[in-house]
């Protein structure tokens, strides 16, 4: 019986006044007064701030229900509560909570009763409950460190600060029966040449030792059933092995199709569904061969002064993705709640970010440990999507109690019930302990934030639940730190700081050089900020708040750094103007501002490709928001709409990019090719003169580069290109598609160029035509639709056609 929908909310405003409201289930205190008009709209301009007083009250919410015959073994369940509470049934209690991350489930046998019932779950402040424990270090408010709760609304320098109750989740009676199916486990054992071996366990619950069968049934992808069998029920697990010939494997965004198998379970009294697909998934962590490229490239890397703290290994090794044998190139990013309130987020807001993450290329993303466990929905797209998912789990940048008993166990309920929940799903690459807890740890110490977590709280539970999946006890991890940038995986998110050092202590017009240093074995947290499209900025904000002198709403947008020398207003300002110049009014600060995460993008995601296996991974911090941000970190903003930097990473994921290189007074040009055909075109290396609007040199070349390989294919005197008011592009054509990159010596600003708008000189249902009147190096459209293409650069002249989607 669900017990979703209507609900009574009773507590007090913010003068003390009682409060009793008709709401809905799932939704919480906050998104409850908002509907009902106590409070103006969260998200636009600051009202924000003058709705603090709501976490320090107390909550209740209450319905009645009818049941016509209770039986025995009466259950109420909640998916979601949000986090101190006691759970009341007709007066009596029958449970409390103080984890938002797990369900409960509650024994009601002689409390529930036939004909009318009232539930009552009363909440109690998150904040008033950890006042009196004492403080921990950490980033941005520390009182969150207490609380088993999402972490990022106590607020984070991208999300303002939301800390509410409510039940998140559905909440339902249930009447349980003996043998039911309580979890399953179905996983690739392995692929042989001639069949894949799946192995399935099964667990039941109540056991009753009586004549009662379990069906097995699995069903390929085309609905033929494939395996069909029926066991008798003789303890509380069984396991099967199924060998499936001419398997269907699965494989991630690009590299192959995403086939999904069924498998059907029924007992008298339940049945369960799970899809599955066949799939092997392994990272390399080879050595680097004493004396090769990649040994010497990390030397080089450990002896730069901008990676010198953070790297202490005396070797390197790879950190390389394969999926049934084949290297993934894994492009993505970090994925945070696409809302504040859990209970506001749906499967149509999830489906539309994922699809555009798709479309994008995109075919990692990991699910950032200061948010929680996502809704079914996100998991499911990313198996039919091929998005592959790395999960951390739920703590972020601070150090946890994990000395105390109660945060060990809530951790192990925490692992338990997220292995259970997600480890059937192909999409799943891996387990993470934490975000950034680790970050200075390494294999050979224990005496840093994060190391009880993970090896008492997450990794035993592992073993014993989802023993096939890799599990690493932070991000990023490997090597010694676990944040360096030659082993394992890497934050560069880590080094942010010394990045707008460097745009504040230099004139910065080398950025082309500084941002294609920042690569790494597998960067799972590649930085860029950047504005989204005004259309979108007009949500939130008034055109004087985008465009005049006061910007005290874009800062409040934005929030501060976390305790750094600056703030990420302030850096990104000097950022743009260090990269693009000085802003002539503010419809020019706000395009430099856009311009800024597209340039980012494509220099940092250009410098991952061209080191190809090198570095295997660049995951961007972020793939989403989770409330309007204006300078902020997502590639899709909070509308589910494509920021400017959406394009930019759309156009460096295509399978085949080429990239421009200055080395040792030498151009290099590169081919990336991620793509399962091996790409032969040709490219045109060319000089322009921005003044005088024509091509000074030009250099043709013909190219072929092997299936999933990068190669640099021609090398030219970089003296022969180099002149006064010159950018250096690239125009490539070949059986995988066209592309075009460009290179300035000393950065866009050394130009001295006006950053114009192309002309829209028509358009139709299909496609709009863009003209351009001078070099503009980042076109951006604002337009409703979401195009083939943009963020692109253009030539005097040009006109080019680009198709919506």
Not at 27 to 48: A, F, M, P, Q
Not at 248 to 257: D, T
Not at 696 to 702: L, P, R, S, Y
Request: net charge negative; glycine share 6%.
């Amino acid at each position: 019986m669900q017990l979703n929908g209507s609900w009574i909310l009773k507590g007090t405003d913010e003068k003390g006044s009682p409060i009793t409201l008709p709401v809905t289930v799932p939704g919480c205190v906050h998104t409850d007064l908002w509907e009902h008009g106590y409070i103006k709209d969260l998200y636009y301009r600051d009202n924000s701030k003058y709705y603090g007083w709501i976490e320090d009250r107390n909550f209740t919410y209450e319905r009645t229900f009818l049941v016509e015959q209770a039986e025995k073994h009466a259950y109420l369940e909640f998916d979601g509560l949000d986090t101190y509470c006691d759970i009341f049934l007709n007066g009596v209690k029958v449970g409390e909570a103080e984890n938002m991350f797990i369900p409960y489930a509650f024994p009601v046998d002689g409390v529930l009763k036939n004909g009318e019932n009232t539930l009552r779950v009363e909440f109690r402040s998150p904040i008033a409950e950890v006042a009196d424990r004492p403080p921990l270090p950490g980033v941005f408010t520390t009182e969150r460190l207490h609380t088993r709760r999402m972490q990022c609304t106590y607020g984070w320098d991208w999300v303002d600060r939301f800390v509410t109750q409510g039940i998140f989740r559905d909440v339902r009676l249930t009447f349980r029966k003996p043998n039911e199916i309580d979890n399953v486990y179905v996983f690739t054992k392995r692929i042989t040449p001639y069949a894949a071996q799946v192995k399935i366990e099964i667990a039941f619950r109540d056991v009753v030792k009586e004549q009662e069968a379990v069906s097995m049934e699995i069903f390929a992808p085309d609905g033929a059933c494939v395996f069909s069998k029926t066991r008798m029920i003789l303890k509380e697990d069984m396991d099967e092995s199924v060998d499936v010939v001419n398997p269907q494997l699965w494989f991630p965004n690009g590299y192959g199709e995403q086939p999904l198998y069924k498998l059907v379970l029924k007992t008298k009294h339940s049945e369960k569904e799970v899809m599955f697909g066949i799939r092997e998934i392994t990272v390399l962590q080879i050595e680097d061969t004493p004396g090769s490229e990649e040994e010497m490239l990390c030397k080089t890397l450990r002896e730069d002064p901008f990676f010198c703290g953070r790297d202490r290994n005396e070797s390197g090794a790879c950190f390389t993705v394969l999926v049934n044998g084949v290297k993934i190139m894994c492009k993505g990013g970090n994925w945070v709640p696409c809302e504040p309130f859990p209970s506001a987020e749906t499967p149509e807001k999830i489906k539309t970010i994922l699809s555009l993450a798709k479309n994008a290329g995109m075919n990692m993303i990991r699910i950032w440990g200061g948010g929680i466990f996502e809704q079914d929905a996100l998991y499911e797209l990313c198996d039919r999507f091929g998005i592959l998912v790395t999960q951390d789990f739920l703590m972020a940048c601070g150090q946890y109690p994990e000395k105390e008993e109660w945060f060990i166990k809530a951790l192990n309920e925490e692992a338990k019930y997220a292995a259970l929940r997600l480890r059937n799903h192909p999409c799943l690459a891996w387990w993470t302990g934490d975000n950034e807890n680790g970050e200075l740890g390494s294999e050979n110490k224990t005496d840093f934030m994060g190391y009880l977590a993970a090896t008492y709280g997450a990794e035993p539970v592992l073993k014993q639940y989802d023993r096939e999946r890799y599990f690493f006890p932070s991000s990023p991890y490997g090597g010694d730190y676990y944040s360096s940038i030659t082993r394992g995986t890497t934050h560069n998110t880590n080094f942010q700081s010394m990045v707008y050092d460097e745009a504040f202590d230099t004139d910065f017009k080398h950025y082309p050089e500084f941002f294609s240093k920042m690569f790494a074995r597998f960067s799972v947290e590649q930085m860029c900020l950047g504005l989204p499209f005004v259309s979108s900025l007009l949500n939130f904000m008034t055109e004087e708040d985008i465009y005049g002198p006061d910007t005290t709403i874009s800062e409040y947008h934005m929030r501060d750094g976390g305790g750094k020398r600056y703030t990420l207003f302030e850096a990104a300002n000097q950022m743009a103007k260090q990269m693009f110049g000085d802003y002539t009014d503010g419809k020019d600060g706000v395009k430099k501002q856009q311009m800024l995460q597209t340039e980012w993008i494509r220099l940092t995601l250009e410098t991952h490709r061209r080191h190809k296996w090198f570095s295997s991974g660049i995951v961007y911090w972020m793939v989403n928001d989770c409330w309007p941000a204006a300078n902020g970190w997502s590639i899709i903003d909070y509308y589910a709409k494509p920021k400017p930097a959406y394009y930019a990473f759309q156009r460096g994921a295509k399978p085949l990019v080429s990239s421009l290189e200055r080395k040792n007074e030498k151009l290099l040009l590169h081919i990336s090719n991620d793509g399962l055909l091996a790409a032969s075109g040709s490219a045109t290396v060319f000089a322009y003169d921005v003044k005088r609007k024509t091509k000074t040199v030009e250099k043709e070349i013909a190219f072929s580069v092997d299936a999933n390989e990068t190669a640099a294919v021609a090398e030219f005197d970089f003296s022969e290109f180099d002149r006064e008011n010159t950018v250096i592009l690239c125009d490539m054509a070949s059986n995988l598609g066209e592309d075009r990159t460009f290179y300035v010596k000393d950065g866009l600003r050394s130009l001295g160029i006006t950053y114009e708008d192309a002309e829209i000189v028509a358009e139709d249902q299909e496609s709009i035509t863009v003209k351009a009147e001078s070099f503009i190096p980042v076109v951006l459209l604002d337009v409703p639709e979401i195009l083939e293409e943009n963020c692109f650069p253009m030539l005097a002249g040009e006109t080019k056609r680009i198709m919506k989607r």
